[in-house]
């Protein structure tokens, strides 16, 4: 009943900069926080920042500095504009948000099909 979408990943040399977004939608009553998280190769799944409908941030550390998460809350949007990239950010990059859903106002989780980011040195 929700669905969640990303777009925005590609190839970029080390320093440089991309911007990922990431649109829930379907029968949503409210979504009270979007995250991203990233999988590398042989690594297991960390969370890289996270935002709620209040707008307080989480960051992991080797991002804080470099990586900013924001959010559209009319839209259930959620971005994350990642700067001074570096090799070690190579992954895949998913969406994640939990909220409500509007017709059983029951919980959901729901996660996108991912996007990969692959950061050249």
């Known amino acids: 009943q929700v669905q969640v979408v990303e777009s925005g990943g590609g190839l970029v040399q080390a320093g440089g900069s991309l911007r990922l977004s990431c649109a829930a939608s379907?029968?949503?009553?409210?979504?009270?926080?979007m995250g991203w998280y990233r999988q590398a190769p042989g690594k297991q799944r960390e969370l890289v920042a996270q935002i709620t409908g209040g707008g307080n941030t989480n960051y992991v550390d080797s991002v804080k500095g470099r990586f900013t998460i924001s959010r559209d809350n009319a839209k259930n949007t959620v971005y994350l504009q990642m700067n001074n990239l570096k090799p070690e950010d190579t992954a895949d990059y998913y969406c994640?948000?939990?909220?409500?859903?509007?017709?059983?106002?029951?919980?959901?989780?729901?996660w996108g099909q991912g996007t990969q980011v692959t950061v050249s040195s």
């Open positions: 994640n948000a939990v909220g409500t859903i509007a017709t059983s106002r029951t919980s959901f989780v729901a």
């Open positions: 379907g029968s949503i009553f409210a979504v009270n926080v």
